[in-house]
């Protein structure tokens, strides 16, 4: 920490030690939410249709939410929101962890949710409109990147090693826990909330429609997106959330044109360099090689759920050490160059992994993830910074708010993209080999569809797939036919991070040097 600690000041280091406090503690939930999910609609028992619900709450309640968040954490003040957001994300958990039936959990997870998304929208706005000076704001974003890392190191492990022994519901406590750490962290590490949060705090109250709509078109679009992952564009599922975000689009667009003074803050998004770096934020999430890796070290080289977590975490630590390489790096050579080469290096990571056999030895693959955790990792602090210089006074949580909804919207999109490239690929392969060798291949399409069960954007953003009880044995054509799947995924995944750091470089409008100040940026 001594390290991230540079550029800041005594009040500004409490600043971004509550920040991380607040951030881990949301993050908890979400890196051992994979390891509940099965114990849990098991021992409620869950109808088919109840557990498709269950997996999507989360990621319902969070985009709901996003960009009321926004708006009400300067409005209220930054402090007395956060508080607000852990308590309301305890609540939620305290009745997952009590229910006796699926529809108390599924509320529980719906508020807890919606508490966590809050947590992470303000702390983001927090850091950049208290943060003044460029080093002071690569140290703070650093810190807040080396979170998700750190967690992802010790959490999905520590879950699976005691879910079967202490039950989901001792782990639902830990994220009770949690959440009373994040409003002790709110009370007792931040700062007061002040006027200077934002010119919003002392606006007096406005509408709250625009924000609320807002937030429903997101979630309707990802469910779209999530649907057709699923079932196809013709589903009834994916017809009716299509309607959804159609309708709520057209309601949002009439009240933003008649209203005279919309809460919800749209300026930014017409600055060219803003949009740009959105487009970033939208691409990253198309290659996830936590998930597929993890698919991987299941089904090819036949490890436990336990097992391929543990097997993770040199990579997260990998992350959390560029994390705290990267803030010097911008502070030397200014956020372009550092944004740049973290996403042609995590390019490159992706088309190193068509390199990958069936005979490949384990380190290999492993050496190949470190390198993309940690360039992925270095990638989300240039590009916050970059984002959040862009906000105008007053506008930090808006901006922050649009930022959570590219990565949403990201995320959905490269389920729909990345899980037809990897499985369409299984597919095709498996019915090669199997047509070439006189066996019979009817049966591919099913066997396809049952890796793929599941696949949801929740998921992936989890970082790992869904745990299976049993790892069983495949035949030597079903591993042949998961490396070429995973190989599609690691071509199709380095072109669009190749695509994304160009974007990035070539933006000369959104990109600063660390000689320029954010506020004469905003302006």
């Known amino acids: 920490m001594k390290r991230l600690a540079g550029g800041l000041g005594q009040a500004d280091r409490s600043l971004v030690l509550g920040v991380c406090v607040i951030s881990a503690a949301a993050m908890v ?18 109808t088919e249709s109840q557990q498709s619900l269950l997996r999507q709450l989360p990621n319902i309640g969070a985009l709901l939410v996003i960009f009321l968040a926004g708006v009400l954490g300067p409005r209220i003040g930054a402090r007395r929101f956060l508080t607000w957001c852990g308590i309301l994300m305890a609540l939620g958990y305290a009745l997952v962890m009590v229910a006796p039936v699926m529809p108390v959990a599924s509320l529980g997870l719906l508020l807890g949710s919606i508490g966590r998304q809050g947590l992470f929208v303000v702390v983001i706005g927090l ?13 703070g974003f650093a810190s807040m990147a080396a979170v998700t890392p750190a967690v992802y190191l010790v959490a999905p492990a520590v879950a699976g090693a005691l879910v079967g022994a202490v039950g989901w519901r001792a782990i639902v406590l830990v994220w009770v826990l949690s959440a009373g750490g994040a409003v002790l962290a709110s009370r007792r590490m931040l700062p007061a909330d002040e006027a200077a949060d934002g010119e919003a705090a002392t606006a007096g109250a406005g509408e709250l429609w625009t924000p609320s709509i807002a937030g429903f078109v997101l979630a309707s679009l990802v469910q779209v997106f999530n649907n057709v992952s699923a079932a196809g564009w013709s589903s009834p599922k994916t017809v009716v959330w299509l309607l959804l ?28 360099g803003i949009r740009l770096l959105l487009l970033v934020v939208v691409l990253i999430p198309f290659t996830n090689l936590w998930y597929y890796l993890t698919v991987g070290l299941q089904y090819v080289y036949g490890y436990s759920a336990l097992q391929s977590a543990v097997i ?24 372009r160059f550092a944004g740049t080469l973290s996403l042609l290096i995590a390019s490159m990571s992706m088309f190193l992994c068509m390199t990958q056999t069936t005979t490949t030895p384990l380190w290999i693959p492993v050496l190949i993830l470190c390198l993309y955790s940690a360039a992925v ?41 990345m899980s037809s490239v990897v499985y369409g690929t299984f597919e095709d392969s498996l019915t090669r080999q199997l047509t070439a060798a006189g066996q019979d291949s009817t049966q591919v399409a099913q066997v396809a569809e049952a890796l793929r069960e599941g696949l949801t954007s ?47 470089f070539f933006n000369r409008r959104g990109l600063t040097s660390p000689a320029d100040s954010p506020s004469s940026v905003a302006a």
Do not use: C, K
């Not at 994979?34 to 849990?40: E, G, Q, S």
């Not at 009240?255 to 005279?260: E, G, K, P, V």
């Open 29 to 46: 939930s979400g890196a051992t939410f994979n390891f509940v999910i099965n114990p849990m609609v098991n021992d409620l028992d869950a």
């Open 127 to 139: 850091i950049s409109s208290r943060l003044a000076s460029d080093d002071a704001r690569a140290t």
């Open 245 to 272: 975000a159609a309708a709520s689009a057209v309601v949002l667009v009439v009240l933003m044109r008649r209203l005279a003074h919309p809460t919800l803050d749209i300026t930014i998004l017409r600055h060219g």
């Open 312 to 335: 993770m975490m040199p990579s997260q630590a990998a992350g959390m050490a560029a994390a705290a390489a990267t803030s010097g790096i911008i502070r030397r050579r200014g956020l």
């Open 377 to 417: 990792t270095a990638s989300g602090i240039p590009l916050t910074n970059a984002i959040m210089n862009l906000a105008p006074r007053g506008g930090e949580g808006s901006a922050s708010a649009f930022r959570g909804a590219a990565g949403s919207l990201g995320a959905a999109l490269g389920v729909v993209l």
């Open 458 to 504: 929740e998921e992936v953003s989890s970082q790992y797939s869904v745990p299976l009880e049993t790892v069983a044995d495949i035949e030597a054509e079903q591993q042949q036919a998961m490396v070429d799947a995973y190989r599609a995924q690691g071509l199709v995944g380095g072109v669009i991070v190749l695509g994304a750091s160009a974007a990035f």
